[in-house]
């Protein structure tokens, strides 16, 4: 025996559609779900705060040339 899947489809989602039309329309609208904000435009642009580094900045050139260690004697 064969389904009738079209005919079903189109039983169950009239009524559905029925339904959905009816319950809104008895429906009384309450407080919206999602507070919504009077902004007007784009927010301000976010600005990280600068990062906390645990290493220390020294004045030392790492990609300078060697000085040569030789010991001066007077």
Not at 47 to 66: H, I, Y
């Amino acid at each position: 025996m064969r389904m009738p899947i079209l005919s079903y489809f189109v039983v169950v989602g009239s009524v559905l559609a029925g339904l959905l039309i009816w319950t809104g329309q008895e429906a009384q609208p309450t407080n919206a779900a999602v507070k919504t904000s009077q902004t007007v435009g784009l927010p301000q642009p976010f600005k990280a705060p600068p990062e906390q580094s645990e290493l220390k900045v020294t004045g030392v050139n790492f990609a300078a040339q060697r000085e040569s260690s030789v010991t001066k004697t007077q």
